[in-house]
């Protein structure tokens, strides 16, 4: 081999090793979702034909699509036609009331990503179990929502349910808050049967440790004196109705009084129809006013759970969601536990019965609507996984009976995203879409500004950074739904 042809070979190999090496050049680990419109939900009208650059589980570059250079390497997702809004928040769950270890990682985490939930606020559970799937999923063990969480509900003697730490005094009251206050809660979590004093000292305790204290208003305590007391979010509209009778304290002491001894079931569902009925014939406007502005002044956030009051509180045979298809992701033990509390509220009612319960629902869509219009601030939430109760897909119906109650899609909207992320203080990091906040996105096939059914239109989701497309999506379903019959 003379000069000239060892030159040439060499000049071969090194263009060969320079095509390899750009050939084998590592991927980029930036997301780039393209020609999408942003909904960034700041109260600015849609972007249209924007770029997104996601790095790092955070948002890098967000602008035009003819200003943004996408990185070499990048994953394209092009979203010509496609609309993207911050990831869901659902305000009151229960992820581990499903039967553990596996009810949350394989029934409610699934079905909760599969619809677009990037956050949940926890209402009611065992801190040692919430704590850990807090850490497997920031880990990276779990795929799953941001965790916010309450710990077991401080209530009266009998509890209501399990999960509660019983309090009968004040004083036993101030070390159910101090002892969750050093298992580091970020919430405290009152229940309807607790007793006055109890309920003022929570207040009170609360204050001290820093923490904002949420959940039901309390039977024997006025929704305004809640309000007053400082509670941060009123759960299911609890006491609200009541809060707004011209019979209030007349309604309140009847729900203590117990029938005749011996009264047959018969005669008590006259008495609890009767009771209904005037809470809703003595319903005064003023004192609804006086109410809502109470609410609007003290920062007293509404999360009224709309699925849990339609399809099982004041449920009918025309809400059942028994035979809903859906029904397939949810395990057949968690269905059989749920039908025995269906049966109870459908078995031995008239149509008179069921006429009733419209009724309550109609009635708290309006005072949604009032409360929306006297500036009082609303969170979505759906109170998963109650019975009837169907983990994310609940939380898309939550957003349109919010709009049935008088919000704005935006408003509806807002309330699933801006508004969580303001309520957990955490605005600067999520709940609207931004250069350096956190990538939680759901891309949707359609402009849910038009029509709030739209935000179950699903294309992909984005969590912390990962792109999970609908394929992947749909395996989520698959998984929960091939769980739940096993189980």
Not at 26 to 40: E, G, K, L, R, W
Not at 77 to 90: C, E, H, V
Not at 269 to 290: F, P, V
Request: hydrophobic share 45%; net charge neutral.
């Amino acid at each position: 081999m003379n000069r000239r042809q060892f030159a040439a070979l060499l000049s071969f190999v090194i263009a060969a090793s320079c095509l390899l090496a750009a050939c084998t050049k590592p991927q980029s680990s930036v997301v780039a979702i393209s020609h999408v419109a942003v909904i960034d939900m700041t109260g600015a009208p849609p972007a249209l034909d924007q770029t997104v650059l996601i790095d790092k589980a955070k948002i890098i570059v967000l602008g035009p699509s003819n200003s943004v250079s996408i990185p070499y390497g990048a994953k394209v997702l092009d979203a010509r036609g496609k609309f993207l809004i911050p990831g869901l928040s659902d305000m009151h769950v229960h992820l581990t009331g499903a039967g553990e270890p596996n009810g949350s990682r394989k029934f409610i985490l699934p079905l909760l990503v599969a619809n677009g939930i990037t956050t949940v606020r926890d209402m009611g559970g065992s801190v040692e179990l919430l704590k850990g799937l807090r850490e497997e999923i920031a880990t990276g063990k779990l795929l799953g929502p941001q965790i916010f969480f309450t710990g077991p509900f401080l209530d009266g003697n009998p509890p209501a349910y399990q999960s509660s730490i019983t309090v009968k005094t004040a004083d036993e009251a101030r070390n159910a808050v101090d002892l969750l206050a050093s298992e580091g809660v970020d919430f405290i979590k009152t229940q309807s049967r607790l007793d006055r004093d109890a309920y003022f000292a929570i207040a009170e305790e609360s204050k001290k440790k820093g923490l904002r204290f949420v959940g039901h208003v309390p039977d024997r305590v006025s929704a305004l004196e809640a309000s007053n007391a400082g509670q941060a979010s009123i759960e299911h509209l609890t006491g609200v109705l009541l809060a707004c009778s011209s019979k209030e304290n007349r309604l309140r002491a009847e729900q203590f009084t117990s029938g005749p001894p011996g009264e047959t079931a018969e005669n008590a569902l006259a008495r609890s129809r009767a009771w209904q009925r005037t809470l809703l014939d003595s319903y005064s406007a003023e004192k609804a006013a006086r109410l809502f502005k109470a609410f609007a002044a003290n920062g007293t956030w509404q999360v009224p759970t709309f699925p849990i009051l339609a399809h099982f509180g004041f449920m009918t045979p025309r809400t059942d969601l028994s035979r809903d298809p859906r029904m397939r992701y949810v395990p057949r033990n968690e269905r059989t536990l749920w039908s025995q509390g269906i049966r109870e509220r459908l078995e031995n009612r008239l149509e008179t019965d069921f006429a009733l319960r419209e009724e309550i629902v109609k009635r708290s869509l309006a005072i949604a609507g009032e409360m929306r219009k006297a500036g009082v601030r609303f969170m979505a939430g759906t109170d998963t996984a109650a019975p009837n109760v169907l983990p994310g897909f609940s939380l898309h119906e939550d957003l349109a009976l919010l709009v049935q109650a008088g919000l704005t899609p935006k408003e509806a909207l807002q309330a699933a995203t801006r508004s969580p992320a303001e309520f957990l203080g955490h605005l600067d990091s999520q709940g609207t879409i931004a250069a350096g906040k956190t990538a939680d996105l759901v891309l949707l096939d359609a402009n849910p500004l038009d029509d709030i059914r739209n935000t179950q239109r699903i294309h992909a989701v984005v969590l912390r950074g990962e792109l999970l497309d609908r394929s992947r999506l749909d395996a989520f379903l698959d998984s929960a739904r091939v769980f739940a019959a096993s189980h």
